[in-house]
């Protein structure tokens, strides 16, 4: 079941549509309505109004009769609410699955840490609005490497930073001879222009903090340890939309050699000096046809990294002058361009991408502080380390069982939280976290996976501690929770109290029927078939055919046998006096075939299949309908034993001051 399933219901059920809300909720409010089950403040009932209602200010001014229509249907709806609960919904394993789903989804909002993430979300956009050129010389380094392998990388990359700075060799030369990018052999370690999250994280961030003309410190990323020489940095400028005239060279294309490939482009850009139009010369003259027939057109994605270069620094209608890439001789005009986007415009977006990316685990560390601060997080390092020594070579290969030989070692607690006594994880918590999960770590020694686990242990239980304090600690996100419990456990009840019992109850079903056929009296109705073609020679076939007598099948075969375009028939019910047809088709008899009538791009010819007198309609055409008001009936005769069952109270005085 989705999500938008449960909201449906929930508001189904209480017949509103769900705004944005104010909290009203007060510190000691007066009972509004008394269960015998459970009270219901005004607080709680003036929130849930107000939410589902337009929001505070709006129903400030809504009636008695408004505010008493609701109230009836809130009633109805808890009464329904208890009643899943009397036979224990709640407590199967279809409910508690479902609805594990939904709070793990209902949670996410409220695990972040939001000024951290907030401070990403701004710098990244602040980001987007220029890109760099840079060039880069790695060294590649496990994220898990040891120690010593690390610090030799650093020292050796450390060298290679001196050197160019003391100018005894090129950024370049020391990229192509030393960097294990693969592509620095050929690029000399350039990697053209790129912005917000067009690279991981530290190395973006590497490169926006170092100014033009500079070699960033060793820059650790996930590859390795990078230099970062910074080129340029420009204003991006909006979104832009390109377009081009390519001169290339082969036997298929219009130059057989550089020589001549250089003599045309420039005779292009000549005609463009001249006042030509782009688009008409990249029609006539350009080497790729795709974008030759658009005017040139290349979008506004990204470029070939030369491309891209000239493009940027080019203003909505200029044009550049001839410029050569592996695949031929250029010259890009940009036709359009976008207005940069306001943060505002943009938060939403970015926050995506910011959830998406190696920053959400900045924000994800920031949380996990915070819990350990908030809570007083404690480590018993003593226990730790004494179940490290009990652990072999197989711990990092995920293979490793525990042995009761140490039994001891497991049962010590492994760590506490201050704030809360009655919470303490042992060591055996952690061996179930690693026997359930069977983490890898190949390049790890035992010492340095059981550092890992632990990590990602202690990460899984305070966040899961975290998200068990939501509801005290943000009484919207409980809220929020309660409903969609309420929904599922409404939903599940339904189903089986009314919708499906009035499909499957079938003998139920026709005895409503029967005793209800006033219900189900119709004008007279007529089934209509229709034929529908946009070729007017089919069209015309159909019509001879249908005069022989010949049937939809066989009008069918005869028609697509002699043409490709698909003969559209179809069956309809039409009611007199409540339909959009044309009225005088009810004078006309069974069998009845109309003129041939085009209706925009298609031909239309129809056939009175039947006609049906005034009165009750048969149950085999409206059990559709039948199965409705049947649904409805035994909600209705339902409602009545739950009102006897679950008797409710409700406070006038307290009624009467709803939202004063």
Request: net charge negative; proline share 3%.
């Amino acid at each position: 079941m989705r999500t938008s399933t449960i909201i449906f219901i929930l508001l189904l059920c209480l017949g509103v549509a769900c705004t944005s809300t104010k909290e009203t909720t007060q510190p000691s409010s007066p009972i509004l309505l008394d269960f015998a089950k459970e009270d219901v403040t005004k607080a709680e009932f003036e929130r849930v109004y107000q939410k589902n209602n337009g929001g505070y200010e709006a129903v400030k001014t809504h009636t008695t009769a408004q505010l008493q229509e609701y109230l009836d249907l809130y009633v109805k709806f808890k009464r329904k609410v208890f009643e899943a609960e009397a036979r224990g919904l709640d407590t199967t394993d279809a409910f508690r699955q479902e609805f594990e789903t939904y709070r793990k989804q209902l949670a996410q909002p409220y695990l972040t840490a939001k000024e951290v993430e907030d401070r990403l979300i701004k710098e990244a956009y602040d980001r987007s609005r220029y890109v760099v050129n840079a060039s880069h010389l790695l060294l590649k380094v496990g994220e898990n490497a040891l120690p010593s392998d690390t610090l030799a990388a650093y020292t050796r990359i450390m060298l290679y930073r001196d050197s160019v700075l003391s100018g005894k060799r090129s950024f370049a030369d020391m990229a192509e001879k030393y960097s294990e990018d693969p592509s620095a052999k050929q690029n000399q370690g350039s990697l053209g222009y790129f912005s917000a999250f067009d690279m991981v994280y530290p190395f973006e961030t590497g490169a926006f903090e170092t100014p033009p003309g500079k070699v960033s410190m060793p820059i650790r990323s996930n590859f390795g340890y990078h230099l970062i020489k910074v080129n340029e940095k420009l204003e991006n400028g909006g979104i832009k939309r390109a377009a081009h005239i390519i001169i290339r060279i082969g036997d298929r294309f219009s130059a057989k050699d550089t020589s001549q490939a250089i003599g045309k482009i420039n005779e292009i850009y000549q005609k463009l000096q001249a006042g030509e139009d782009f688009a008409t010369l990249a029609a006539q003259f350009s080497d790729d046809p795709s974008s030759g027939n658009r005017g040139g057109d290349l979008g506004s994605g990204r470029l070939l990294t030369e491309m891209q270069e000239v493009k940027l620094k080019l203003n909505k209608g200029e044009y550049s002058k001839p410029f050569t890439t592996r695949f031929g001789w250029h010259i890009m005009t940009v036709t359009e361009v976008e207005a940069e986007k306001s943060f505002e415009e943009s938060k939403l977006e970015i926050k995506r991408k910011v959830e998406r990316d190696s920053r959400a685990k900045i924000s994800q560390q920031a949380l996990i502080n915070r819990i350990k601060t908030e809570y007083g997080y404690t480590l018993d390092e003593g226990n730790f380390n004494s179940f490290k020594e009990i652990l072999s070579a197989n711990f990092p290969r995920g293979t490793w069982i525990a042995e009761d030989t140490f039994s001891n070692i497991y049962q010590l607690p492994l760590f506490t939280l201050t704030a809360d006594p009655a919470f303490t994880r042992s060591v055996q918590d952690m061996i179930d976290y690693y026997t359930k999960s069977r983490p890898r770590y190949p390049n790890l020694n035992a010492i340095q996976a059981a550092d890992q686990v632990l990590k990602l242990f202690v990460e899984s239980e305070l966040t899961a501690y975290e998200e068990s304090k939501l509801p005290e600690k943000n009484p919207e996100y409980g809220y929020l929770l309660k409903e969609y419990r309420d929904g599922i456990l409404l939903f599940t009840l339904m189903e089986q109290m009314v919708w499906k019992k009035a499909v499957e109850d079938t003998t139920g079903l026709q005895e409503y029927y029967q005793s209800n056929t006033t219900e189900f009296v119709a004008n007279r109705t007529m089934d209509l078939r229709e034929y529908r073609s946009s070729d007017e020679k089919v069209i015309n076939d159909v019509n001879r055919l249908l005069k022989l007598n010949a049937t939809d099948h066989e009008i069918d075969s005869l028609v697509e046998r002699e043409s490709d375009l698909q003969l559209t028939i179809r069956t309809m019910t039409y009611e007199e006096g409540k339909s959009d047809i044309d009225p005088s088709l009810f004078t006309k008899e069974e069998g009845y075939i109309s003129p041939v009538v085009r209706v925009g791009d298609e031909y239309k010819i129809v056939k009175v299949v039947t006609i049906r007198p005034a009165g009750v309609q048969p149950f085999d055409r409206v059990k559709s309908e039948a199965i409705t008001k049947y649904q409805d009936y035994l909600e209705k005769e339902w409602l009545k034993d739950l009102e006897y069952k679950y008797p409710v109270k409700v406070n006038e005085d307290v009624f009467s001051n709803l939202f004063k």
